[in-house]
Structures are given as C-alpha cells and as structure tokens.
C-alpha cells in the first residue's frame, strides 16, 4: 500500500503522511479531516491536479485545496524574498493600501511594531512580519483612517488631523502601534480638547489679537473672568479693555499698554507687568501679589488718578515706578519693593507698608 506526505495548498509547513486507500475521494475526506478543511481538490508539487487515485505514487508530496486554484510555494518566497529586500513597502490597513519607504517606518520611532516588523539593522527588536494579501501588501486590521495620520508623523514629525478625525482613536492606534512621540503629541491634544470642552482652556496671544482686530474700535472689549494663566501679552496695545475678574497669574503683559483698563478683583498674582503703561486703570481688589511691576508708569499727563484702592501688592516689585497720585487706600503693600518708587501725591490712608 502507497502512502504520501500531503500539504495544505499554498504552504510547505505542517505536512501530513497518509495512506492511499481504495479511492481519491477517500484521500481527500481522511486529508480534510486531517487539517479540519474541506477539501476538494489534489494537486502535485509541479502544479498537476490529480483526478485518478491510479495517478499517484508512493512517497508522493501532495497538496490539497478547497476548490481554489494550485498556489506555487517557489513563487510565494520569490515574492516575499523580494519585498523584504525592496525599500518600498505596502500596508494594507483594514482594506486599504499605503505605500511608503523602510526607512520612514524604522528610522523615526525605532522601537515601535512597525519598525520593528521591517528593520534591517535592530535584529534583537525584530518581530516577524503580518501575513501578505495576494497583491503582497502586509495585512494589518486597524482602522485606516486612524493610521494615515500616524504614517504622515513618521514622514515628517507633525501630527496634523482633519476636523472630522476623533484624536481619541489616533491615539489608540498610536498606542497600538508604540509611537511613542505621537502618543505624547496626541494625549497633549486629547487634554486641550477636553479643556476647552469644559471651558477652561486658557486665551493665547493669538486668541486675544484677533478679538482686538475684530472688535470697532467704538466698541467696548471685555474679557471678563476669562482665564489668560501664563499668556504671553507682552508690548501690546490693549487700552480700556475690561480684565475684571480675569484670572491672569504668572501672565507676561511687560512693556503693555494698560491703560484706562480695568483689572477690579483680577487675579495677577506673579505676573511679569514690567514697563508696562497703566494710567488711569481701575485695579480696586486685584490681586498683584509677587507681581513684577518695576519701572511702570502709572501718572496721567491730565491729572486722573489710577485707583488701586485694596489692591494686594504683597512682595510685589514696584522699583522705579512712577505712582504718582495714585489710590493706594488701604491696600496691601508689605513686603514691597518701593525703591525709587515716585508716589508724589499717593493716597496711602491705612495702606500696609509693613517692610521685614
């Protein structure tokens, strides 16, 4: 009796010996129960299908199929051999093909999947690589519309997403594919995004331009309550604009133009206000404590004078500021420093100057 070494279409792994009974039907149903297929056809290694169980011989190496056409072994590891050698590679992403270079997926992250699925150099890192449609692409069932955004961080460094792509899922699949420095870009994002869903974000520079440039200048400009923590307003023109109740601690507003602003119960705590313009503002209760205030001039030309009236300068630096005639009533300014300060004309009834 004949027995013969049976192959599932396709591959040279994992071969099964079996005897040749009475009939090919036989061989087929006992090779199908074997690899738990359906098999339906048997071919021989150069590609021949056998119809007649007379056709085969002993020791024979046979591959069996579902019904699909012979699949040549020696044509799938040309292939392969000749895309793991090529520079160009192509993915295929939950159905969708993208091709790019080796060296944009191994040479930016070099410690994710993907480079480590196609390095050529970080042999102790390698992992084998997914399994190839037939066009040779290598299949990864992710979503594409996540990844092409994480494809184009490996081109050029940048995460750039259109609005219509939820920066949760980009960075998922980032975390999926180990892209660390994408991971840090999108969960920054993912965290000003729910800020500003909750309205806490803080105004820029930028925010507070374009209000300035879309705003008559008939019209009054308020920023009320607003939250502006460590914005940079430097040597900008905002005059009479409304800062009341404004959060503004550790705020750059240096060499600004604050004048006739009103800033009544603002937070500026350790806010850099240094040269800045501030005649005639309303700064009654604000809160100016450890403030840089060193070379401000608070003196109108015109007589009026800045109300400070309850204002917090505790450990503020008021060096060489020009204060004159400003109201100080009852405000808090121990700890300050006053050198050269001119407060020609000040209102100081019941102010702290208590100095340690």
Known sequence: MKRVIIFVNGTDVNGKVLMVTHSLDELLAAAGAKFEITAKRIFTSQGGEIDDIKLIRDDDILYISSGENFISINKICSHNQLNRNSEWITLNVGGQYFTTTRNTLTKKEPMSMLARMFTETNAEHAIQPSRQDHHGAYLIDRSPTYFEPLLNYLRHGQVILDSNINIAGVLAEASFYGIEGAIRILTAMTEKEELQKEGLISL????????IMSTPTTAELRFQGVDFV??????????NINFKYAIMHHCSLAGANLSGCCFERADLSYANLQGAQLVCVKMSCANLAAANLHSCNFEDPGGLPANM?????KGANLEGSNMAAVNLRVATLKNAILKNCVLRSAVLAGADLEVK
Do not use: C, F, I, Y
Request: glycine content about 4%.
């Open 230 to 239: 460590r914005a940079d307003l430097s040597k900008l023109d905002l005059r």
């Open 309 to 313: 009236e309850g204002v917090n300068l």
């Open 204 to 211: 820029t520079r930028k925010d507070v331009l374009k209000a």
